[in-house]
């Protein structure tokens, strides 16, 4: 670490930003994704991430100023731009009066002028403040805290759960409401934080936002600059950059990250004349690694793994862990139907040989090594609760063949566990042999499906009994701003061109359908997006969801107003030992605690 010494103009600024990062903006600016690095050079925002007992990630993105009057900016992906010096600082408060740590590190054009501090020595359960510096100019200052890991201390612990936010599917509307809140310890994003889409056919997103909120670069993203430009399109997002700035991140990437349905040799979304996949894969993660406040475990073999290890676990005494799985770089190729009309969605029950690829032991979802590592997590006692951050749906969900346009089957979604029946029956089984009492329960967190789920965990269930042994809970957030159920089935050629109010009423049809063929879910809503609110006490887990407003002929997609935000809908929760979920009596109130300093 190096001494910084502030002078005074610089100070002044300092203390200027300070005072103005805490405010929440309401102006959007439609710019492309290039344009924050003509606005100075901390344009794009900061960040902060993965935050443990005693340190966390600090992140921003420094953009040299040009050496000469005409020479070109140094946006994002285009490799230009001299490195540069860029100093930081954590205080304990917004004036940076009492700075507790500093230093200076360089960035360059190699990892796209990003700047990403792993700062270490902190104190557990601690409100902090920081911000970068460079050639006199002051970044926006971030806040930030430590986990509430502590021996013998049992503190309060509320997250945000969001995932899959399309970029041309709407405003951020969900980011904004979350950067209100002050009594968040992080928000967990578990996955598909972009698309890979462009802006041709392939564009992702109500037509109406053509032209406003478009896709850069304009084509589908396959390398490293096309990543690069597309993660800075969403960091030059007000509403997200609002989030980032005022809560830590604990992400994990999906398929979308790279290109959909991705599994360990290809994806979907992948075609020979885009190149090799492994390639582009490669850099997609490097643009991830850039961009995001994410801390790279422990890469030796004391964990075993295959390939890169993303996955994580971080500790909040004894009141719980949660465990961020990840299950795109090692996963067996998804079990496919063709003429299917919904990606991803196979028949069940009517081909042995569809049947047996699904149940293969053979086929995993996480490699066995992480599957083994998420079994250890639940044994460990002394833990309440064991939650997990995952990508896809870990409850099994049936669905009519009658919302899809084939009456008389019964179709599963192959991209979530429900593809990959041997790895669930592993994991389900051992979590149910869990005693709670000594082990504690399990709460999986999870998205990518674009609805709100609420689900029992079972075992050894037969389909549409009630009967079965839960091994515990599933809490589902929509999507911030891709298409959900009721966009979906507004454009099948039996609802299209229909009114709002005629689709509402197809969904919720479909969803009655869903929920009298799997008992064990308790709640589904697919026709709002938005995010969740996960509070954690010794006694309970509870879910508030917070929701969008139902499409109406009025006010048909709430998500191309830039003014709607999400408001609070419903609430669930699993009760210590219960292993099953139960309706809430309504939100949750102030926190028990708050971190030092706050």
């Known amino acids: 670490m190096t001494n910084a010494s502030l002078d005074r103009r610089s100070l002044l600024k300092g203390v200027a930003a300070a005072g103005a990062a805490l405010a929440v903006p309401r102006v959007f600016d439609p710019a492309a994704a290039a344009a924050p690095a003509s606005k100075g050079i901390f344009g794009y925002g900061v960040a902060s991430g993965d935050p443990t007992a005693d340190a966390v990630v600090i992140w921003t993105r420094a953009t040299p100023p ?104 709407g405003y951020f509307t969900a980011y904004r409401s979350i ?61 997200l950059q609002a989030a980032h700035r005022q809560h830590p991140w604990i992400t994990i990437f999906d398929d979308h990250e790279v290109a959909n349905n991705a599994w360990a040799a290809g994806a979907g979304n992948h075609q020979g004349s885009e190149g090799d996949y492994l390639a582009r894969r490669a850099e997609a993660m490097q643009a991830y690694l850039e961009w995001m406040p994410f801390r ?10 295959r390939g890169t290890r993303f996955f994580k676990r971080f500790t909040f005494g004894d009141l719980g862990d949660l465990s961020v799985l990840e299950t795109r770089q090692n996963r067996s190729l998804q079990v496919t139907v063709p003429g299917v009309p919904f990606d991803g969605f196979v028949p069940i029950g009517v081909n042995p040989a569809i ?127 891709s298409d959900g159920f009721v966009e979906v089935l507004a454009g099948t050629p039996q609802l299209a061109g229909q009114p709002p109010e005629v689709v509402v009423g197809a969904t919720r049809q479909a969803i009655g359908a869903a929920q009298q063929l799997n008992p064990w879910l308790r709640y589904i809503d697919g026709i ?41 809908a419903r609430s669930f929760q699993t009760l210590a030992g219960s292993r099953r979920a139960s309706a809430a009596s309504g939100p949750v109130g102030p926190r028990s605690d708050r971190p030092a300093g706050d």
């Open 66 to 169: 040009p050496r000469r009057k005409g020479d070109p900016v140094a946006a994002p992906g285009s490799g230009l731009g001299a490195p540069l010096p860029v100093r930081w600082q954590v205080s304990r408060d917004a004036r940076f009066t009492r700075v507790v740590a500093h230093g200076t590190v360089m960035t360059s054009p190699d990892t796209d002028h990003t700047v990403k501090v792993d700062v270490r020595g902190l104190d557990p359960y601690t409100r902090y403040f920081y911000r970068f510096q460079s050639l006199g100019e002051f970044s926006g200052t971030g806040r930030t805290q430590t986990a509430g890991d502590v021996a013998g201390e049992t503190h309060a612990l509320r997250l945000a759960l969001v995932s899959c936010s399309n970029y041309t599917g």
């Open 528 to 568: 709002s997006h938005g995010f969740a609110v996960i509070d954690v006490t010794p006694e309970r887990v509870q879910a508030d969801y917070h929701h969008t407003p139902v499409p109406t002929s009025a006010r048909p997609d709430p998500r191309i107003v830039s003014t709607i935000e999400p408001t609070y």
């Open 355 to 481: 049947d047996g690829a699904i149940a293969h032991p053979a086929r995993h979802l996480p490699e066995p090594e992480q599957l083994t590592w998420v079994k250890d997590g639940l044994a460990e006692q002394g833990r309440r609760w064991h939650l997990f951050g995952n990508q896809v749906m870990v409850s099994p969900v049936l669905y009519p063949g009658a919302a899809l346009g084939a009456p008389g089957f019964t179709f599963v979604n192959a991209d979530q566990w429900d593809g990959y029946t041997a790895d669930r029956t592993n994991l389900l089984t051992h979590a149910a042999a869990q005693p709670s009492a000594d082990a504690g329960d399990m709460v999986v967190l999870t998205g990518d499906i674009h609805a709100s789920f609420v689900c029992d965990l079972p075992v050894a269930s037969a389909p549409g009994s009630p009967s079965y042994t839960s091994a515990g809970v599933e809490f589902v957030c929509p999507s911030v701003t």
């Open 179 to 239: 950067a209100q809140r002050d009594d968040l310890d992080f928000v967990l994003h578990v996955g598909d934080y972009l698309y890979e889409y462009g802006n041709g056919a392939d564009r992702y997103g109500p037509e109406s936002l053509r032209g406003v909120r478009d896709s850069q670069p304009a084509t589908e993203t396959i390398d490293l600059e096309g990543y690069r430009l597309r993660h800075a399109l969403h960091k030059a997002d007000a509403d």
């Open 296 to 305: 790279l475990p422990d890469q030796s073999q004391d964990t075993p793994h």
